[in-house]
T-cell receptor
Framework: GQQVMQIPQYQHVQEGEDFTTYCNSSTTLSNIQWYKQRPGGHPVFLIQLVKSGEVKKQKRLTFQFGEAKKNSSLHITATQTTDVGTYFCAGSGNTPLVFGKGTRLSVIA | NAGVMQNPRHLVRRRGQEARLRCSPMKGHSHVYWYRQLPEEGLKFMVYLQKENIIDESGMPKERFSAEFPKEGPSILRIQQVVRGDSAAYFC?????????????????FGPGTRLTVL
């Protein structure tokens, strides 16, 4: 079945440093979604990418969808303590979303 | 517009008892998904339902687990004869459209989850 892998599993950064998490699917995706889950909270939708090579920005967050629609990345510029949490990518083909295991981000002030 | 609601938020059961988890999707959403999350782990898909129908239950254990989404009322995830290994957070999500809608926005809106503890 479809698998979505995410790296790294954990990332510790100093406040102000950049952060990137990578997502790879075993199959071509129709779209990819990114979610953020704060400690003790529930996943919250961030963005959906649909087109091959698509790049979207949300303030300090930049999302990319690979040309082959099998990989994606999330880059955060100049991290802040409010960025703490686990970032999940989720791929969609013709089946319900398949979530990666997430990258847990810690930001040291 | 109220978000996805789940209750109870916390549920404690002894081994062998039944657990019933409820999920009310966002207004206007007819697609419901259930996920299970173990501590420090990702979200594992369990079942996808659309009003009165189970569309995909490939992630749900064949025994002891069942789900329904009746015409009226919330979606229910039922776990019979719970065991300690069932302890986890169970999240429900809803969406206005189903998966596979190319180009369509089908993001999922998650409820706060039910934390199940089996003693």
């Amino acid at each position: 079945g479809q698998q979505v892998m995410q790296i790294p599993q954990y990332q510790h950064v100093q406040e102000g440093e950049d952060f990137t998490t990578y997502c790879n699917s075993s199959t071509t995706l129709s779209n990819i979604q990114w979610y953020k889950q704060r400690p003790g909270g529930h996943p919250v939708f961030l963005i959906q990418l649909v087109k091959s090579g698509e790049v979207k920005k949300q303030k300090r967050l930049t999302f990319q969808f690979g040309e082959a629609k099998k990989n994606s990345s999330l880059h955060i510029t100049a991290t802040q303590t409010t960025d703490v949490g686990t970032y999940f990518c989720a791929g969609s083909g013709n089946t319900p979303l398949v979530f990666g295991k997430g990258t847990r981000l810690s930001v040291i002030a | 517009n109220a978000g996805v609601m789940q209750n109870p938020r916390h549920l404690v059961r002894r081994r062998g008892q039944e657990a019933r988890l409820r999920c009310s999707p966002m207004k206007g959403h007819s697609h419901v998904y259930w996920y299970r999350q173990l501590p420090e782990e990702g979200l594992k898909f369990m079942v996808y339902l659309q009003k009165e129908n189970i569309i995909d239950e490939s992630g749900m254990p064949k025994e002891r687990f069942s789900a329904e989404f009746p015409k009226e009322g919330p979606s229910i995830l039922r776990i019979q004869q719970v065991v300690r290994g069932d302890s986890a957070a169970y999240f429900c999500a809803s969406s206005p459209t189903g998966p596979g809608l190319a180009g369509g926005r089908n993001e999922q809106f998650f409820g706060p989850g039910t934390r199940l503890t089996v003693l």
